[in-house]
């Protein structure tokens, strides 16, 4: 069983965004060691911009993967996803929280970050990223973020991270579908 949409569109420009994103995350550490003013507190400044448009983007791939398995998933009649069922399914979590809840989550905080202030609400958002240890307590969130998908998950590149993710729920939608 092949379906049209196991095709990852979406993964090429993500790539590249990335690719540009991390490579600009480069460029602040080189500026950070040429230029004295432009101290640690500057660059993580920057850092949190940078990776936080990272974020909304794997954000809005998610999406449009989700939208992408649900139609598979329609095609042989099974019933969709909702969206926590599938940002939960993923091998990486702690607490039941997975790495693509943490992903979503941060982006979802990088976008209100601003109406948020220093009292963070008490959401799914909030939720998830304090069973990672951020909270309102953290002076960059995002780069938290950064060094637990990178050091504690071991995912250097978010792409291969949400790619995975993709395929594995096709591979478990086609088994279901194989059931029936």
């Known amino acids: 069983m092949h379906h049209m949409l196991e095709a990852d569109y979406g993964l090429g420009p993500l790539t590249d965004v990335e690719d540009i994103l991390m490579g600009g995350l480069n460029k602040l550490v080189e500026r950070n060691e040429n230029e004295p003013w432009f101290d640690g507190l ?16 794997c954000q809005a791939y998610c999406v ?50 601003d109406e948020w202030g220093a009292l963070w609400p008490n959401n799914l958002t909030s939720q998830t990223l304090a069973t990672y240890s951020i909270t309102s307590e953290n002076e960059f969130p995002l780069k938290e973020v950064q060094e637990i998908i990178e050091n ?18 096709i591979k478990k939608s086609k088994n279901e579908a194989k059931k029936i």
């Open 42 to 57: 500057w660059l993580n400044e920057y850092g949190e911009v940078l990776f936080g448009s990272l974020l909304v983007a």
């Open 64 to 113: 449009g993967c989700l939208n992408d398995i649900n139609k598979i998933r329609e095609d042989f009649g099974l019933k969709a996803l909702s969206k926590i069922e599938a940002y939960r399914d993923h091998s990486s979590s702690r607490n039941n929280f997975s790495a693509i809840e943490l992903i979503n989550a941060a982006a979802n905080y990088f976008k209100h970050r």
């Open 152 to 169: 504690e998950l071991g995912y250097s590149n978010l792409c291969f991270l949400l790619s995975e993710w993709r395929k594995d729920l």
